[in-house]
């Protein structure tokens, strides 16, 4: 079992910064991708930014959503088994509940877990 939690969501201006975090506990395989997710009222919940374990303490590959290149990044320390996400040049479209997720491989397929979510708001 992989604990996630989550940190750093709030009300923020259009044009403002957030820097969400997410630790992860528990049973940690070396070889994981973590990311974020969003899911705003009436839509499904998507991909924002997922990085892999890599090799070194700051991660590897990065992939991102994009409606977000350019203005979020991801970065992780696997020291730290944690997870950010820095969020600059917000629009009230990014408004969503925020989840971390963990996933690794399982089988002949993955594992994944959430974290419970943080809501992030952006007004105009």
């Known amino acids: 079992q992989v604990q996630l939690v989550e940190s750093g969501g709030g009300l923020v201006q259009a044009g403002g910064s957030l820097r969400l975090s997410c630790a992860a506990s528990?049973?940690?395989?070396?070889?994981?991708?973590m990311g974020w997710y969003r899911q705003a009222p009436g839509n499904e919940r998507e991909l924002v930014a997922d990085?892999?374990?890599?090799?070194?303490?700051?991660?590897?590959?990065?992939n991102y959503a994009g409606s977000v290149k350019g203005r979020f990044t991801i970065s992780r320390d696997n020291a730290k088994n944690t997870v950010y996400l820095q969020m600059n040049s917000l629009k009230p479209e990014d408004t969503a509940v925020y989840y971390c997720?963990?996933?690794?491989?399982?089988?002949?397929?993955?594992?994944?877990?959430w974290g419970q979510g943080t809501q992030v708001t952006v007004s105009s």
């Open positions: 990085i892999t374990t890599g090799g070194s303490t700051n991660g590897g590959s990065t």
């Open positions: 528990g049973t940690i395989f070396g070889r994981n991708t």
């Open positions: 997720h963990y996933r690794r491989l399982y089988g002949s397929g993955s594992i994944g877990y």
